[in-house]
């Protein structure tokens, strides 16, 4: 089973996702304080929109193992495998699967449509000028600020999960964060 491994690109994709993702989420408290901060975690935010709006084309018009048509738990037949991974992880079974299937297919569609929605609404922030000086700038501060607590959720979801796949002896991590030749 963990003989797969993602395609080179969608590897690729997922770094700038981690560097990006978890950098522009560690400086937003920084925004708010200076401008330096400010901008620092502007310039980190954008990058991250690049990534992720290229992991959501490839969604839409990639291959067809990757897009979002073909794993989205938005059918009744996949979203029932959602429902029998947490009634395994309550019985202290550990689900298991080739990629995006069961539990793991919710938590990364959750985890591309958080950070989509946050490069999204720091794009708009970047482009209004004295943001914090006009009642359309203070709302997208605030719909932004959602990350403040959704982001330390989803990373305890998805980085718990390959911990605790890899602790009971399946490296599931090799799939996404491997570069060796093999
Ligand atoms: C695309 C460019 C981005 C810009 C221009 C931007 C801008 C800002 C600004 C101005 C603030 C301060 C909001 C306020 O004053 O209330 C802020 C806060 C924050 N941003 Fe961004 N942001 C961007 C992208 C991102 C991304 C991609 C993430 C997450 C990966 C993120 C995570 C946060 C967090 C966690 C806060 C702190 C909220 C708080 O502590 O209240 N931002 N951002
Ligand atoms: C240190 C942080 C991270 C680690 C260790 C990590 C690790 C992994 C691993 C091992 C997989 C493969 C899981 C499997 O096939 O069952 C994966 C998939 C995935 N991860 Fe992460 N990840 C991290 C951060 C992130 C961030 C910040 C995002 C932002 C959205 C993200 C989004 C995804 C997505 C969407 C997938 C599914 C693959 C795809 O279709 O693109 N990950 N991650």
Not at 9 to 31: K, M, N, P, Q, V
Not at 41 to 47: F, I, K, S
Request: hydrophobic share 50%; charged share 15%; no cysteine.
């Amino acid at each position: 089973m963990q003989s797969y491994r993602y395609p080179l690109f969608i590897r690729l994709t997922h770094l700038g996702l981690i560097i990006f993702g978890l950098s522009a989420f560690l400086t937003g408290e920084w925004a708010e304080e200076e401008a330096l901060g400010y901008l620092v975690h502007a310039y980190l935010g954008l990058a991250l929109t690049l990534f992720v709006l290229s992991r959501t084309m490839v969604g839409v018009v990639g291959p067809k193992a990757l897009r979002f048509s073909s794993w989205l738990p938005i059918t009744s037949q996949r979203f029932s495998l959602v429902i029998d991974d947490i009634k395994r992880i309550f019985h202290f079974e550990l689900p298991q699967h080739e990629k995006h299937e069961g539990l793991s297919a919710l938590v990364h569609a959750f985890g591309i449509a958080l950070f989509l929605w946050m490069g999204l609404t720091g794009t708009v922030l970047y482009f209004i000028d004295d943001y914090e000086m006009s009642k359309i700038g203070e709302f997208v501060a605030e719909i932004h600020e959602v990350g403040e607590s959704l982001i330390p959720l989803f990373l305890f979801l998805h980085i718990g999960a390959v911990v605790v796949h890899t602790l009971l002896g399946h490296p599931i991590w090799k799939r996404m964060l491997s570069f060796r030749k093999v």
